[in-house]
């Protein structure tokens, strides 16, 4: 009561009396009987999948959990991520990116559909995949018959193509990356680099 | 919810009723957070928005890492960034977890006016029972740390659970699990408080002679205990109480504000009311306005 | 890495320098903490900026940024001044003996072998001393004048404490308090672990910064050994497993290379592939590239590689100058050379220096393809966003195709870890809408072109209409079969030599030592054989038993190469196999085979007494304090200023910058110079977000929304800078416009007596995605790369600032 200044005590009285009010008027009167008030726990019967943090290189193990039981008619939707407990260098901990995994999941600006956009013009369109892997190839192949280099000028065989270039994403699984490597080699591709250096 | 059930409250904001108490042998629950080893990563910021569903707002840069800037409603825990000198000028980049310290003794609770919106369960979390909070803010005053937000679109108040969700079913809390360094602990208090006095231990050995738990008296100890290097300055961490006490407003309330709050009552009632249908989302039927006068015959009803 | 992340736990001495890895990878450092409170160890960050990590070090000190070898040349001064060196280590396993060639020298800052006109070295008097045998000739009592250990003393002569205090502006009793910190690893019990990152390797001495630590880590005996190491913690979730498979321009699976213009034929390819031994009786681990290689062709191209036709040599590309790096591929660009680019995951208009050049350069495409989950900035270069990307799409005639692909949630495969271990993830939803995995896109690229070939002919046809492609399921093969195609298989039926069969015909592979250079084996990646063998998966493997809670757990996942956790781990063990630290062994000889909780470097049957060096990949089986000629700039490191410094170089004011460096004419002309841009500018990474991902992600964007700058107290109160207020940073390249954080974390440095203030530039943020719009670090940032590797100068470069007011909404 000591530090309570006169002008304190008005306030505070002001308050009181809204408040006390609505309290005597009984809006928490008819939830007298005590109610289950702890949020049931969401994960009960979510489907675990276990992976790996797609962030950095310390790659933490995940728990990804998905809606529905991977019934045949439940689709399944990602509703948390969190560590895994057994991983034997995170043990369950997660850095700010690898708790908000769900955010990039489900991120608004995650592309759904395949995109063009025409030279010169100022919008992308939405295509489809046949066109824009047909579209791709073709171009690909001009490039290549226009400026594949099979000799050097010492007459050496050297079976290169420098005019289209390529990154490879470092995120991408070793599966994925061997593949990319097949095909950009056989293609005769040398301007070819990934992440490492950034 | 089998061992959180209603069964398991020992107490409950402006009740008459008694809890039940048959549940008498559990296990007091503490987080402890040893601020010597956080990197203010907000790791446990951004699991508890995770774990919670909470989205704030993006906001702005204002001149330091702490983002969101404050607490609010759906930021129920936050990283307060400090550049400290000390006296010999050398710099300590103190970072401290913020959010409820889920106390003995809560201020919050006992300022509460709602029925039922506030309870302490039997391991010692005090949550907040969003149906009965009427959004009055008292906890707000009651609370020696500065902790609940009342959204001003739902009129009700929030803070941290300790993820009461995720100890009901034997888990630890979200943002526990996430801390990358382990500066985030869980378990039983009386572990927590054997395991800070180790880290104390060690931190003395490093030089840090006043290295100490924060696990104040005046709120009869917390269930969020702070292994703190400085520990007897405990305010040069953005401000963390250095003797925290229940607010004389509470006494006040308790004491002498509540009956006259409700002597006054007969003039006010239906002013507030009003102020209430208007701010609040639930409708009113005119039974409760029978109620409300049925009560005031009654008097306080309140512990 | 060289160690685990958990063997982090082992240290006495952790050393954060090049790094920042509180900040840039928490839940690994989670190990440093563990080796403070279980460990007892000591926490050093040297850091321009008082960071994250520093937040909890024991000991900070400031460096400024791009002086890291002076600091650390300074540290091998004091180790060999003081005698804190672990000699036997030393002896035994480095090269520290052998002698150098006559004619090997330095001056004024060059080596012997300056091309002036090409900007490099000959560098063939960069070598030892070989005797009739063709061995390197040695001094083991270290008393021959060209020994390593005699011409490394004097080499670092030069950097006294004064010195390193003048070029670093680190203070004087900091420095020499570290020293004796990272001394006291010296002995034989005790490890010193180095952490670092792209805070080393992003300046144009980048390999240099880290080799120079590895010579600390070499005289202390910390290689090898548990707490011990150079660990790159390394950044994106698979960078290990791209430099694996080796998607970078000159580089093959398992750190083979392509052949360039030199090597017309397999044999003259060869000939400076298969590294003779240096040293009687060495390992040298590479006399087995010929397999390596041939089992590789096989995976490629099958039955079309053959003996007659040198195994389809031919097909792979031919490398004609250096790299083909970013650096490179974007001054091609805007030069008009490149017509066709794929971004396969890739943001380079906010990875890559010089912005301003970048949206230029891919303005220059006919087509450009950006496979991502996300909407990145590079997929919009032509868009105008305003100040944060200006831009007239009409004059853009570049064809754009923006691909949706899965994210990590929605594929199964494996990354490789910065410990080099291959871990499988399991798939858990579908990818939204028509998502593709990047599997499923190349295949369908490459299902067309080769039609196309097939179809209508075209230039050189052969290695696209022969590349082997025996999958189950064409469109999309199953990651599982391309892992078992990486791990390898026999071909026909392997025999021993008394003509036992050992493998059958068709059997995946258990080992790269079972490859062979016939053509009866086929492995897509030789270093990873043994992770996907007949008894199953290995990546997949969750068995977190560690045995000695040591930090090993050898059963969870795989580790390349052949399961070994920790690389050189022979070094763990003195000359005769006993443990160098008793209370922490990785490996010993127990009189007739090495043991232990770690697979050996080389055959555990190999005696201790027949001296073969842990350091098996190295011709003389021994670590480098000498680099032979594998270095751009010199076998020893030395110290160059950034290209773009404040200060001149003190040590040879006529040789200021790395010599062999390249830089491309309009790069160059794109430097500044002190006197329009005084003050040092580093970039990096905050907590809070991944690179330029995460500002599409919620979380990531509350917790740090808006685009800052860091600058001392000091310099703000000069500038009449407040405290989130609005600034104009600009460099010889561009202009950024944000908010100021003015800290007591940064501070000026007395650089060779003059006040030198850092400004600190945080990289995330862009103009799409959901945190506020930004102009991206990158908008500053120099053009030019470090001299081995071509890693983009981002950590020291010129800038101005000054105060500005809020822009208009």
Same mark, same amino acid.
């Given at each position: 009561m000591t530090d309570l200044s006169r002008r304190g005590f008005i306030k505070l009285t002001g308050a009181g009396l809204a408040a006390s009010s609505l309290g005597a008027l009984g809006f928490g009167f008819t939830g007298e009987a005590l109610a289950a008030s702890v949020r049931p726990f969401k994960l009960t019967h979510a489907t675990e999948t276990r992976n790996t943090c797609t962030y950095c290189s310390v790659a933490c193990g995940i728990l990804i959990y998905s809606l529905g039981d991977r019934a045949k008619n439940a689709k399944s939707n990602i509703i948390h991520i969190e560590g895994d407990p057994d991983h034997p260098v995170n043990r369950g901990t997660l850095c700010p990116k690898g708790s908000a995994l769900l955010d990039i999941v489900h991120a608004p600006t995650r592309l759904h559909?395949?995109?063009?956009?025409?030279?010169?013009?100022?919008?992308?369109?939405?295509?489809?995949?046949?066109?824009?892997?047909?579209?791709?190839?073709?171009?690909?192949?001009?490039?290549?018959d226009a400026n594949f280099i099979a000799k050097n000028d010492a007459g050496t065989t050297v079976n290169r193509w420098l005019s289209t270039g390529m990154l490879a994403a470092s995120a991408a699984s070793n599966e994925a990356a061997y593949l990319t490597w097949k095909v950009a080699r056989a293609f005769g591709m040398l301007v070819f680099d990934n992440q490492a250096r950034v | 919810m089998a061992d959180l059930q209603s069964q398991d409250y020992i107490r409950r904001s402006a009740s008459t009723m008694t809890p039940p108490s048959?549940?008498?042998?559990?296990?007091?629950?503490?987080?402890?957070?040893?601020?010597?080893?956080?990197?203010?990563?907000?790791?446990?910021?951004?699991?508890?928005?995770?774990?919670?569903?909470?989205?704030?707002?993006?906001?702005?840069?204002? =001149?330091?890492?702490?983002?969101?800037?404050?607490?609010?409603?759906?930021?129920?825990?936050?990283?307060?960034?400090?550049?400290?000198?000390?006296?010999?000028?050398?710099?300590?980049?103190?970072?401290?977890?913020?959010?409820?310290?889920?106390?003995?003794?809560?201020?919050? !609770?006992?300022?509460?006016?709602?029925?039922?919106?506030?309870?302490?369960?039997?391991?010692?979390?005090?949550?907040?029972?969003?149906?009965?909070?009427?959004?009055?803010?008292?906890?707000?005053?009651?609370?020696?740390? &500065?902790?609940?937000?009342?959204?001003?679109?739902?009129?009700?108040?929030?803070?941290?659970?300790?993820?009461?969700?995720?100890?009901?079913?034997?888990?630890?809390?979200?943002?526990?699990?996430?801390?990358?360094?382990?500066?985030?602990?869980?378990?039983?208090?009386?572990?927590?408080?054997?395991?800070?006095?180790?880290?104390?231990?060690?931190?003395?050995?490093? =030089? /840090?002679? &006043?290295?100490?738990?924060?696990?104040?008296?005046?709120?009869?100890?917390?269930?969020?205990?702070?292994? !703190?290097?400085?520990?007897?300055?405990?305010?040069?961490?953005? =401000?963390?109480?250095?003797?925290?006490?229940?607010?004389?407003?509470?006494?006040?309330?308790?004491?002498?504000?509540?009956?006259?709050?409700?002597?006054?009552?007969?003039?006010?009632?239906?002013?507030? /009311?009003?102020?209430?249908?208007?701010a609040g989302p639930n409708e009113v039927q005119p039974e409760d306005e029978a109620e409300a006068r049925h009560l005031l015959h009654k008097g306080d009803d309140a512990p | 890495m060289t160690n685990t992340w958990q063997d982090i736990k082992n240290a006495n001495v952790v050393l954060v320098m090049g790094g920042n890895a509180a900040e840039a990878h928490p839940c690994g450092f989670k190990w440093v903490i563990e080796a403070k409170i279980e460990n007892g160890a000591k926490l050093v960050v040297v850091d321009p900026r008082f960071t994250r990590t520093a937040s909890v070090a024991d000991v900070y000190a400031p460096i400024r940024p791009g002086t890291d070898i002076a600091f650390l040349s300074g540290v091998i001064r004091y180790l060999l001044e003081k005698d804190r060196i672990q000699h036997e280590y030393v002896r035994a396993f480095t090269n520290a003996g052998l002698i150098v060639k006559e004619g090997f020298g330095f001056e004024d800052g060059l080596f012997t072998g300056y091309k002036e006109d090409t900007h490099s070295y000959d560098r063939s008097s960069w070598d030892y001393e070989l005797d009739e045998n063709g061995f390197a000739k040695a001094d083991n009592t270290w008393q021959h004048p060209r020994c390593v250990m005699n011409l490394m003393r004097k080499h670092v002569d030069r950097y006294t404490p004064e010195m390193v205090s003048r070029i670093c502006g680190t203070p004087q009793d900091k420095y020499l308090q570290i020293c004796e910190l990272i001394a006291s690893t010296s002995a034989p019990e005790k490890a010193l672990t180095s952490l670092f990152a792209l805070g080393w390797t992003q300046h144009s001495v980048g390999a240099q910064n880290i080799r120079t630590m590895?010579? #600390?880590?070499?005289?202390?005996?910390?290689?090898? #050994?548990?707490?011990?190491?150079?660990?790159?913690?390394?950044?994106?979730?698979?960078?290990?497993?791209?430099?694996?498979?080796?998607?970078?321009?000159?580089?093959? @699976?398992?750190?083979?290379?392509?052949?360039?213009?030199?090597?017309?034929?397999?044999?003259?390819?060869?000939?400076?592939?298969?590294?003779?031994?240096?040293?009687?009786?060495?390992?040298?681990?590479?006399?087995?590239?010929?397999?390596?290689?041939?089992?590789?062709?096989?995976?490629?191209?099958?039955?079309?590689?053959?003996?007659?036709?040198?195994?389809?040599?031919?097909?792979?590309?031919?490398? $004609?100058?250096?790299?083909?790096?970013?650096?490179?591929?974007?001054?091609?660009?805007?030069?008009?050379?490149?017509?066709?680019?794929?971004?396969?995951?890739?943001? @380079?208009?906010?990875?890559? @220096?010089?912005?301003?050049?970048?949206?230029?350069?891919?303005?220059?495409?006919?087509?450009? #393809?950006?496979?991502?989950?996300? $909407?990145?900035?590079?997929?919009?270069?032509? %868009?105008?966003?305003?100040?944060?990307?200006?831009?007239?799409?009409?004059?853009?005639?570049? %064809?754009?195709?923006?691909?949706?692909?899965?994210?990590?949630? %929605?594929?199964?495969?494996?990354? #490789?870890?910065?410990?080099?271990?291959?871990?499988?993830h399991w798939k858990a939803a579908d990818a939204p809408g028509e998502a593709q995995t990047d599997i499923w896109i190349m295949s369908g690229i490459y299902h067309r072109m080769r039609e196309m070939y097939r179809k209508d002919g075209g230039a050189f046809p052969d290695p696209i209409l022969n590349l082997s492609w025996n999958y189950t399921k064409p469109a999309e093969p199953d990651p599982e079969e391309l892992a078992k195609e990486m791990n390898g298989r026999a071909l026909t039926d392997l025999k021993d030599a008394t003509g036992a069969v050992t493998v059958h015909a068709g059997r995946l592979l258990d080992g790269f030592a079972q490859l062979r250079d016939d053509g009866t084996t086929a492995s897509g990646c030789w270093i990873f054989t043994g992770s996907f063998t007949e008894m199953g998966n290995q990546m997949a493997r969750r068995d977190a038993t560690d045995p000695r809670e040591q930090g090993i757990a050898p059963n969870w996942a795989w580790s390349w190469p052949a399961n070994r956790r920790i690389l050189y781990n022979r070094a763990s063990a003195?000359?005769?196999?006993?443990?160098?630290?008793?209370?922490?062994?990785?490996?010993?000889?127990?009189?007739?085979?090495?043991?232990?909780?770690?697979?050996?470097?080389?055959?555990?049957?190999?005696?201790?007494?027949?001296?073969?060096?842990?350091?098996?990949?190295?011709? %003389?089986?021994?670590?480098?304090?000498?680099?032979? $000629?594998?270095?751009?700039?010199?076998?020893f490191p030395e110290h160059y200023e950034p290209f773009e410094s404040p200060s001149e170089n003190v040590l040879h004011p006529k040789v200021k910058s790395n010599p062999a460096a390249r830089v491309f004419a309009s790069d160059r002309a794109a430097f500044g110079n002190a006197t329009d841009f005084p003050y040092v500018a580093t970039t990096y990474r905050l907590t809070e977000h991944f690179h330029y991902w995460t500002k599409h992600a919620l979380i990531n964007a509350v917790l740090q929304p808006e685009e800052f700058i860091e600058i001392g107290e000091v310099l703000a109160k000069e500038k009449g800078i407040e405290q989130g207020g609005w600034v104009r940073l600009s460099s010889k390249r561009g202009v950024i416009v944000c908010k100021a954080y003015v800290t007591k974390r940064i501070k000026p440095l007395l650089v060779d007596g003059k006040p030198t203030h850092v400004i600190g530039v945080p990289i995330h943020w862009g103009f799409t995605g959901q945190a506020r719009k930004g102009y991206g670090a990158n908008t500053l940032t120099p053009s030019v790369g470090d001299a081995n590797t071509q890693t983009p100068e981002f950590k020291a470069f010129l800038v101005n600032i000054e105060k500005t007011s809020a822009p208009v909404a």
């Open positions: 559909f395949p995109k063009y956009r025409a030279p010169g013009t100022n919008e992308f369109k939405q295509v489809s995949w046949d066109f824009a892997l047909t579209r791709i190839a073709t171009l690909m192949k001009q490039d290549r | 048959i549940r008498n042998h559990e296990q007091e629950v503490a987080k402890l957070i040893d601020v010597s080893r956080c990197i203010g990563c907000k790791a446990c910021q951004s699991a508890c928005m995770e774990w919670n569903n909470l989205r704030p707002e993006i906001g702005h840069f204002e =001149g330091s890492y702490d983002n969101p800037h404050d607490l609010d409603p759906s930021t129920w825990t936050l990283m307060r960034f400090t550049e400290w000198e000390d006296e010999e000028g050398n710099l300590e980049w103190l970072i401290r977890k913020d959010g409820c310290m889920h106390c003995e003794d809560p201020g919050c !609770l006992k300022a509460c006016p709602a029925p039922g919106a506030i309870v302490q369960y039997a391991n010692g979390i005090v949550d907040f029972i969003s149906e009965n909070c009427i959004g009055c803010g008292y906890c707000v005053k009651g609370c020696p740390f &500065n902790i609940p937000r009342i959204n001003p679109v739902d009129h009700k108040s929030y803070k941290c659970t300790l993820c009461s969700d995720r100890v009901g079913v034997g888990l630890e809390p979200a943002c526990v699990k996430a801390c990358p360094t382990g500066a985030i602990m869980f378990g039983s208090k009386s572990d927590m408080t054997v395991w800070a006095g180790e880290r104390i231990e060690e931190l003395k050995s490093r =030089g /840090f002679s &006043n290295a100490g738990l924060y696990d104040p008296p005046g709120v009869s100890g917390t269930h969020v205990m702070y292994v !703190l290097h400085h520990a007897d300055r405990p305010s040069i961490y953005a =401000g963390l109480p250095d003797r925290p006490q229940i607010s004389g407003f509470v006494g006040a309330w308790k004491g002498i504000l509540k009956p006259v709050a409700l002597a006054g009552i007969a003039f006010t009632a239906v002013a507030g /009311f009003f102020h209430w249908v208007v | 590895a010579m #600390v880590q070499l005289l202390l005996g910390n290689i090898g #050994v548990a707490g011990g190491g150079m660990n790159a913690l390394r950044g994106h979730s698979n960078i290990q497993g791209l430099t694996d498979i080796g998607l970078l321009s000159n580089a093959m @699976p398992g750190y083979m290379t392509l052949a360039t213009d030199n090597e017309p034929s397999f044999e003259t390819y060869m000939k400076t592939r298969l590294f003779k031994p240096l040293l009687p009786g060495q390992t040298s681990y590479w006399q087995n590239y010929r397999k390596f290689f041939v089992s590789f062709q096989k995976a490629l191209y099958g039955g079309a590689a053959r003996a007659d036709n040198d195994w389809a040599y031919d097909w792979l590309p031919k490398v $004609d100058k250096g790299l083909y790096d970013i650096i490179r591929a974007f001054d091609m660009m805007a030069n008009g050379e490149i017509n066709g680019y794929i971004c396969q995951g890739f943001n @380079p208009m906010q990875a890559f @220096p010089d912005r301003g050049k970048i949206r230029k350069a891919l303005g220059k495409l006919k087509f450009l #393809v950006v496979m991502d989950p996300l $909407d990145t900035e590079t997929s919009r270069f032509w %868009e105008d966003f305003g100040p944060q990307n200006p831009s007239d799409p009409a004059s853009i005639q570049t %064809e754009v195709f923006q691909l949706p692909t899965t994210c990590f949630a %929605e594929e199964n495969g494996t990354l #490789v870890n910065s410990a080099r271990w291959l871990q499988w003195d000359v005769a196999g006993k443990a160098w630290n008793p209370q922490k062994p990785i490996i010993e000889w127990n009189g007739s085979l090495w043991t232990g909780i770690d697979v050996p470097d080389y055959a555990p049957t190999i005696k201790p007494s027949d001296s073969i060096g842990p350091f098996i990949m190295n011709a %003389e089986g021994m670590g480098r304090l000498f680099a032979r $000629d594998q270095m751009a700039e010199g076998p």
